[in-house]
């Protein structure tokens, strides 16, 4: 048999369990439905007033859910809660057999919602709402819904963004603040960074700033050469034309030549004196030179005395502070008012009359 016919099988036994799992998934969410439409009328049920206005506009009807439903309350919610432990117990066989958490009995602490909604108590029973949600998540996951395109979903998550974005604000507007203060408090921050902070990196600081001057130094070269032989060139002609004994010699005789060939001779030393030092630069010894210079200057910033630590202190300060001011901005605004106005013309698009539609072309304009 070929592979083509053992795979084929394999697909049709897939789609079928594909499609016997969705059909559960369907008839659970049903099931939950119905039964949290039941917990809720069941609740409004005994509440007294509600009791008496429900007896007196279907007196018949009032006593078939007494002597029916009411009656046999608890029966009928164990009948809910045997499919949904049947439901638990199946999810956790799949889960297992498709190796799908670490451990076997990881399942039922994922979904403890699940678990937790099958206890037949007043207080677990409203979890069965997040049962509700997590079969929704699936069946989007699974892409046979799209929850996404409805209306309840986009005010969810457009309100939803907007407190998470306050409440991310304020956490981190509250936490500048207390370092501001921390800041402000604090004794010898300049020196404590110098001493905790930089001092034990200074070898690595020093040579990796030597390094980044000799690339810059080299690149620097290697683009601009022909630039800097030309800007020496001519330095050395002005420097020699304003020479007076130069001036001189170019009035005897054969003095121009003499002069040029002069020129000629020191624009070329001094070339190739530029271009040897730049060679230079990559030497272990210039290297050398450039750490020390760059030690000696990191050095001199690191000394620190009180003017300079209250400068860092109030650095610091004025950071933070800029950083309160950034958090600061509600960015949800402006995300949500292009969301309202097309909202706003959508609905005045809809409206009947001349008014709406006289709103509706003034808001276009």
Request: proline fraction near 3%; charge should be neutral.
């Amino acid at each position: 048999m070929s592979h083509t016919a053992t795979s084929r099988p394999k697909r049709l036994n897939g789609r079928l369990s594909e499609r016997l799992l969705l059909a559960w998934d369907f008839a659970i969410l049903v099931l939950v439905t119905i039964n949290l439409a039941l917990l809720l009328f069941d609740s409004l049920y005994l509440i007294a007033p509600l009791n008496t206005a429900f007896a007196a506009v279907a007196p018949g009807l009032h006593d078939a859910y007494a002597t029916t439903i009411r009656a046999n309350f608890a029966e009928i919610d164990l009948c809910f809660v045997a499919i949904f432990l049947l439901d638990v117990l199946l999810g956790w066989i799949i889960a297992i057999v498709q190796r799908r958490y670490a451990r076997w009995f990881f399942y039922p602490f994922v979904h403890w919602y699940d678990v937790l909604g099958c206890i037949p108590l007043s207080g677990f029973r409203l979890l069965r709402i997040l049962r509700v949600v997590s079969l929704m998540i699936r069946l989007q996951r699974l892409g046979v819904i799209d929850i996404t395109g409805w209306r309840s979903y986009r005010f969810y998550r457009t309100y939803y963004g907007v407190l998470m974005e306050e409440l991310s604000d304020r956490v981190a507007i509250n936490l500048l603040s207390d370092l501001q203060n921390e800041v402000r408090h604090s004794e010898h921050l300049a020196q404590r960074v110098s001493r905790e902070v930089i001092q034990p990196r200074k070898a690595a600081l020093v040579e990796e700033i030597a390094a980044r001057l000799e690339r810059t130094i080299d690149d620097s070269y290697a683009e601009n050469h022909r630039e800097i032989h030309r800007y020496v060139a001519a330095l050395v002609a002005r420097t020699l034309e304003e020479n007076a004994e130069l001036r001189r010699l170019r009035r005897m005789p054969l003095g121009d030549a003499v002069a040029d060939g002069l020129e000629r001779s020191l624009s070329d030393v001094a070339s190739r004196v530029v271009h040897e030092a730049v060679d230079g630069l990559r030497s272990p010894r210039f290297h050398s030179l450039l750490a020390d210079l760059v030690g000696s200057g990191i050095d001199a910033w690191l000394k620190v005395d009180p003017a300079t630590d209250k400068v860092t202190q109030q650095v610091l300060i004025d950071m933070l502070e800029l950083l309160k001011e950034q958090v600061a901005v509600q960015r949800w605004k402006n995300e949500l008012s292009p969301a309202l106005t097309a909202r706003e013309r959508q609905d005045a698009s809809r409206r009947t009359g001349p008014d709406a539609e006289t709103l509706s072309r003034r808001q276009d304009r």
